[in-house]
């Protein structure tokens, strides 16, 4: 019966990813979009590309007051990225599951930041909080006719 209900309520959704810097340096990109792929969810854009500290301000805006947002807007300009949406059942939350908790000393076993991050601000990854925030993060980074329609 479980079983049967998650089956019908689960619904497809989007997500927006980036591969940090660390993650991109340490040449683990195909690496972790294995991972979101055996998990079932599907790349349906994907870029790598460089912030200035002004892009990163912006998409991180949320976090003006807290005293890393500086640490974190030139961390995330310091090299290469790799932005990305994934679609799929419940993305949001499982993309969050894949990647696990912020800091990586409290990231599960098997999850990207366990297995990739450095520290709290090079923690390999950052995912979409909620399907809201989901769709405002990948108009951020791209338009509609960079999304691909995946069977
Ligand atoms: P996330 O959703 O798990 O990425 O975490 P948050 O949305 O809370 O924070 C955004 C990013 O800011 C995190 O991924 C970290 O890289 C960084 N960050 C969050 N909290 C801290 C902190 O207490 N100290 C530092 N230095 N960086 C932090
Ligand atoms: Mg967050």
Redesign the pocket.
């Known amino acids: 019966a479980v079983f049967f209900h998650q089956e019908f309520t689960m619904t497809i959704e989007r997500t927006f990813s980036i591969i940090k810097p660390d993650a991109v340096a340490k040449n683990v990109v195909g690496e972790i979009q294995s991972r979101f792929e055996k998990a079932g969810l599907r790349i349906i854009a994907s870029k790598m590309i460089r912030l200035t500290p002004e892009i990163a301000g912006k998409f991180?805006e949320v976090?003006k007051a807290r005293p890393?947002y500086n640490?974190?807007c030139s961390y995330m300009s310091s090299g290469p990225v790799v932005v990305q949406v994934l679609e799929g059942d419940g993305a949001v939350l499982k993309n969050r599951d894949i990647m696990g908790a912020?800091n990586p000393k409290d990231a599960a076993p098997g999850t990207i930041r366990a297995d990739f991050a450095e520290s709290?601000?090079a923690?390999a990854v950052?995912?979409s909080?909620a399907p809201e925030t989901a769709a405002q993060e990948i108009a951020f980074f791209f338009s509609g006719t960079e999304l691909c329609d995946r069977p």
Do not use: K, Q, R
């Open positions: 991180y976090h890393f640490d974190l912020t709290i601000d923690n950052h995912g909080d």
